[in-house]
């Protein structure tokens, strides 16, 4: 049982927009940055977005990130079939003195 | 291009000891920028770093709380390397690792070592 809370799945149709949430607490994403992961099934999880909203180089501008609070959100615009994969938000947390993941979000393209 | 190249058992006794190396090329593990991590994942206990190794004018080394009376990871600056060691291993240390580049976000990973603890 993660101490970061995302929903287990999100689907949408190519071309749409979906949004994953992740909540936390004060002692993760309230006090640190947000990184979001993309693991495609038999593959290492890959960042997507780190420090909150930025891309490393070579990810689609498709992707976008955004904190408020104890809260993050990963974007994805102009969904793509490329894009089925699990979604993981990961901070740091003072408590665990470490990085936490999420449980993971699968995303369905319809 | 940093590559991070995995080796070691995928099968463990249990009670035994895991051990990983993760071979670092395009990097050093000496790097005063970088930091060197493990990292597991299985089904029932999702992604979970497990700790890190990194040197600031000395080595220093972080562990989950978890397995923090458990692991040691170990950096060899002769081979550019760093290693995984968990002991009193069970079945529920069963799980796919990876050795990962980064401070608290890792923008490089290994392959991926499935590690089964059985007899």
């Known amino acids: 049982q993660s101490v970061l809370t995302q929903p287990p799945s999100a689907s949408g149709a190519p071309g749409q927009r979906v949004t994953i949430s992740c909540s936390g607490s004060s002692s993760n994403i309230g006090s640190y940055p947000v990184h979001w992961y993309q693991q495609v099934p038999g593959t290492a999880p890959k960042l997507l977005i780190y420090d909150n909203n930025q891309r490393p180089s070579g990810v689609p501008d498709r992707f976008s990130g955004s904190k408020s609070g104890t809260s993050a959100s990963l974007a994805i615009s102009g969904l793509q079939s490329e894009d089925e994969a699990v979604y993981y938000c990961?901070?740091?947390?003072?408590?665990?003195?470490?990085?936490?993941f999420g449980g993971g979000t699968k995303v369905t393209v319809l | 291009q940093v590559q991070l190249q995995q080796s070691g058992p995928g099968l463990v006794k249990p009670s035994q000891t895991l051990s990983l190396t993760c071979a670092i090329s395009g990097d050093s593990v000496s790097s005063n920028s970088a930091a060197w991590n493990w990292v597991r994942q299985s089904p029932s206990r999702g992604l979970e770093w497990l700790g890190r190794t990194f040197y600031r004018s000395q080595w220093y080394s972080d562990y989950a709380v978890s397995v923090k009376s458990r692991i040691t990871i170990i950096p060899d600056t002769s081979k550019n390397q760093f290693s995984l060691q968990l002991n009193s291993v069970t079945p529920e240390d069963t799980a796919v690792y990876y050795c990962?580049?980064?401070?608290?976000?890792?923008?490089?990973w290994g392959q991926g070592t499935l590690v089964t603890v059985s007899s």
């Open positions: 990962t580049r980064g401070w608290n976000n890792f923008d490089y």
């Open positions: 990961a901070p740091w947390d003072d408590s665990l003195n470490g990085v936490v």
